[in-house]
DNA sequence: CAAGTGATGGGACTTGGTCTCATCACCGTA
DNA sequence: TACGGTGATGAGACCAAGTCCCATCACTTG
């Protein structure tokens, strides 16, 4: 694999990490974060996009989990059910390696507007691949629409309750998104 | 006002969208958006945080024209009213020179990374201004959430609906809200 | 052992964005 | 009319993100 040590891409996201929670994001060159990880600044971007995707690694899988879930849903399922299965279904990814660095990923972005910035657009497309899946099962566009925002929603919520909590994220996910419909519900009545 | 024509920042506004339409947000350089409007890059960056910055100039200003419809909606109202006050307080900064451009500002910002992630952040800093607002009124938590991120789907169909048929803005969104708020009936039956 | 492949190093280059200081227009006041 | 203050602008140095191109090295395969 690598020139001399294998994990690359590990040791860089690493590095960004602590980096980033000792002295601050924008206080932290990518040069740096290459050089601690004993690479360079060339072979960082051959990693990632730019300097904000080292901490949104995987993204893409999760939403790869939650449309080909919605997408095998069971026929009769509806719109509601098939987001849940989608949520349920990104399980697999939560670790308890990933839920270690968690919290302090999470304070790293909600540090900074860049990183709040990228996180939101990783949400939105989320959103959006959910919509379009919902839609291909001949769920009506506004609904789909609703339906996904909510899972999006929910998805957040229990992610954040699962850092707390530990366990299973497929019972938390399942748990909050129970929550949010019932919001839906006192919202409706 | 400017040391020699007024109106530097509509002026800005006006040189980027077009050079973005001409040649592509990533082909313009911030000196050169400057340099059509007859200033410079320094001026550029004091009229505005950032490259993208000029194309969502007055976010700010609909995020403090929705939470103050909802702090101000009558006391029997409930999180929905209230969230649908919002999205028609909004409609006295959307004129007919704005609606002019709204096309033009749209197909820049879908065809842009950078931009549509900007646009993504602005959409979730009106869905935490509307939650918090909410929430100062007694709306708990997770129901404050959801109706605020209903409001912000509405706001954005809304607003394509608006820049296609015009008119008044507040029609077109309450009408929008309705179709949201049927589309959460449907779900939930 | 030779050739090919893939990941890395290194450095030049453009541009976004910050910072500091000088300059000019305008306004009120003496 | 002259003066000083204020606010917006110009100019240029400077740093870091991100792109590009080419050389280099480890590892594999025949």
């Known amino acids: 694999m690598g020139r001399w040590e294998p994990d690359a891409r590990e040791r860089l996201v690493r590095a960004a990490l602590d980096l980033f929670s000792e002295q601050g994001y924008e206080n932290t060159a990518v040069a740096q974060i290459a050089e601690r990880a004993g690479l360079t600044k060339s072979t960082f971007f051959r990693h990632f996009r730019d300097k904000r995707e ?22 009769e399922a509806g719109a509601v059910e ?5 949520l349920v279904a990104t399980a697999e990814t939560f670790t308890d390696e990933r839920r270690a660095h968690g919290p302090q990923r999470l304070a790293v972005i909600a ?3 860049e990183l709040r910035e990228r996180a939101a657009l990783k949400m939105v497309g989320f959103a959006v691949a ?3 899946a919902l839609k291909q099962r001949g769920v009506p566009e ?5 339906a996904a925002e909510l899972g999006v929603l929910a998805f957040n919520h229990g992610y954040e309750r699962w850092l707390e909590t530990g366990g299973d994220f497929a019972e938390v996910a399942r748990r909050t998104f129970s929550d949010v419909r019932a919001a839906v519900g006192s919202l409706v009545a």
């Open 111 to 113: 540090g900074n507007d």
């Open 130 to 132: 959910m919509t379009d």
């Open 142 to 146: 506004l609904e789909a629409a609703v």
């Open 82 to 86: 098939a987001v849940e299965a989608a």
């Open 54 to 75: 080292v901490l949104f690694g995987g993204q893409d899988v999760l939403a790869e989990l939650m449309t080909g879930a919605i997408s095998s849903a069971p026929a």
